[in-house]
């Protein structure tokens, strides 16, 4: 079965430190990877993915995860916190197989707070 | 739009009464994905469709829930005789492209709508 893992409630850093939030996986296959953003009372904002390459992959608003196949992780982090970032981060796996239509399937998230 | 718009953005009702969530996918998307979040969850699968087709339904609870989408662009999930544990929030998200092996797009989310059932 697949499954995505996010072993941190919650993260809290201060604004300027470099902040990780962790993602493990388990999946068949070749993994597709997806980080994304939830701010209060919104939907999801997608802020990078992992397919295939280059093991540090680079997104939005200063964000870059690093994929590790050895150890099933796909680590988010930033070089430096901004308060804004604080908000609701899920990752995500693509189902690979084809009768499983290639839905996400998410994490239970972890709620970053960036103090100033 | 630019994005995906669901309606309506709150929705309360009684337990007991039928809902209907409507979303507006990004013009041209062909796959479409419905997701209940609970509260303090991650989103969970739904269903999805390929411009009209329904081609996983796997993920709905039980049959009360039931989705459409007639002519491959809007789609409307239906509950029938809600109960307690349907409040969630519901989110759609939709993909330019038909999903395959092949396909990397990220999938772009609405803002949900979320459902509380007295």
């Known amino acids: 079965a697949q499954s995505v893992a996010q072993p941190e409630d919650q993260v809290n850093v201060a604004e300027g430190n470099p902040l990780t939030v962790k993602c493990t996986y388990s999946v068949s296959g070749n993994p597709y990877l997806f980080w994304y953003v939830q701010y209060p009372n919104r939907g999801l904002q997608f802020l990078l993915k992992y397919i295939t390459g280059d093991n540090l992959v680079k997104g939005s608003y200063g964000f870059e995860a690093e994929f590790n196949k050895s150890q099933t992780s796909f680590h988010l982090k930033k070089p430096s916190a901004l308060v804004s970032d604080s908000a609701l981060y899920f990752c995500?796996?693509?189902?690979?197989?084809?009768?499983?239509?290639?839905?996400?399937?998410f994490g239970s998230g972890t709620r970053l707070l960036v103090r100033p | 739009g630019a994005g995906v718009s669901q309606s309506p953005r709150y929705k309360v009702a009684k337990r007991g009464q039928d809902v209907a969530l409507r979303c507006d996918p990004i013009?041209?998307?062909?796959?479409l994905f419905w997701y209940q979040q609970a509260l303090g969850q991650g989103p969970e699968f739904l269903t999805y469709?390929?411009?009209?087709?329904?081609?996983?339904k796997s993920g709905l609870p039980s049959d009360r829930f039931f989705a459409e989408r007639p002519e491959g662009s809007v789609s409307t999930l239906k509950i029938q005789r809600t109960q307690q544990e349907d409040s969630a929030v519901y989110l759609c998200?939709?993909?330019?492209?038909?999903?395959?092996?092949?396909?990397?797009?990220?999938?772009?989310f609405g803002d949900g709508t979320r459902l509380s059932i007295l």
């Open positions: 998200a939709s993909n330019p492209k038909s999903e395959g092996a092949y396909s990397n797009q990220p999938q772009h």
């Open positions: 995500a796996v693509r189902a690979s197989r084809r009768d499983s239509s290639y839905k996400l399937i």
């Open positions: 469709f390929q411009n009209e087709a329904q081609l996983d």
């Open positions: 013009s041209g998307h062909v796959s």
